[in-house]
């Protein structure tokens, strides 16, 4: 089965940018989709962009026009770039690979903090 590991979290300010990468250990090209979520502390975890393979991209209300989720099948990455983060962005971000069975496969998290 594939794992999913991410990086690139960490302490930015308030109006920065970060990009999360998201390393599969095996070939996202027989993945349905790829998503990324947010758990801010004491909420639910979010969905918050979503990069089906068959093209296109779908952003939530809070983050759409500030991040950009992307690709490269050749190397199994996924990216999640952030514009202007704000204190509300802080949270941990987690990496999701829908298979073609439908299983959601997760990564570990990492953790943005945003100060203000």
């Known amino acids: 089965q594939v794992q999913l590991v991410e990086s690139g979290g960490g302490l930015v300010q308030t109006g920065g940018s970060l990009r999360l990468s998201c390393a599969a250990s095996?070939?996202?090209?027989?993945?349905?989709?790829m998503n990324w979520y947010r758990q801010a502390p004491g909420k639910e975890r979010e969905l918050i962009a979503t990069?089906?393979?068959?093209?296109?991209?779908n952003y939530a209300d809070s983050v759409k026009g500030r991040f950009t989720v992307s690709r490269d099948t050749a190397k199994n990455m996924v990216y999640l770039q952030m514009y202007r983060v704000q204190p509300e962005d802080t949270g941990a971000y987690y990496c999701?690979?829908?298979?073609?069975?439908?299983?959601?496969?997760w990564g570990q998290g990492t953790q943005v903090t945003v100060s203000s």
């Open positions: 999701a690979a829908i298979t073609s069975s439908s299983l959601t496969i």
């Open positions: 095996g070939s996202i090209r027989s993945m349905k989709t």
């Open positions: 990069l089906p393979y068959s093209g296109g991209t």
